[in-house]
């Protein structure tokens, strides 16, 4: 609902844009909804209240110079998942973009101070997306569109490994030097380039679509 949110780097070097507090991340549709937050968690500019997981992104982006986005989510397959301390098993392509996926375990539900941030930050490692034991998932990214992918296809490699776990179907496919050959083929800024711009094709005609009044089967 309300719990999730996402930043960006400051390109001035001020800390992080933040989406605001209080509001679902598709409500979020422009400059206005984010607030500008510095690395020790003060509000510098914008309207609106910033979360108190901030240090989530304060630290990563601390950690991780290579890193500009970083997003808390729960989604419903990856936060099952979590519980879990299995591996991410291989049931479709979509596992290929991740390796070794890391879990965090915390004593805590919400994640509110720096040595926390930082836990979870050293957790995360050089990874793009850490689990957070029976809560949810932060993912990261280098631009917007590579985020953007990580989310979606790490939750889509959830939903998969959940459905085909509960059907009792075990992948005999592929073994780690083949799945590490998949993954350096399809984790590439070429591929995730393609996919964001088949997201944002289909958010436009979406929109064209609600605009108009005519109902697209999603």
Known sequence: MTLGHLSLRDPEGRGFWMKRNAFGLGEIIGPDDFVLV???????????GRHSEWPIHSEILRNRPDINVVGHTHPQYASVFSASTESLLPYTVDADYFTNVPRHE??????????????????????????????GVTFVGTSVSHATCVAIFFEKACKAHVIGNG?????????????QKRHSQIMTPVHWEHSWAY????????????????????
């Open 167 to 179: 059907a009792k179907i075990r992948p005999s496919f592929p073994n780690s030097h083949v799945r």
């Open 38 to 48: 510095d690395m020790d968690g003060n509000k510098i500019a914008g309207q609106g």
């Open 199 to 218: 997201f944002t094709r289909k958010l436009a005609a979406l929109s064209a679509a609600n605009t108009a009044g005519v109902q697209i089967y999603r």
């Open 106 to 135: 915390a004593d805590v539900a919400l994640i509110t101070t720096k040595q926390e941030g930082q836990d979870l930050a050293n957790a995360l490692g050089d990874d793009f997306v850490v689990l957070l034991a029976s809560h």
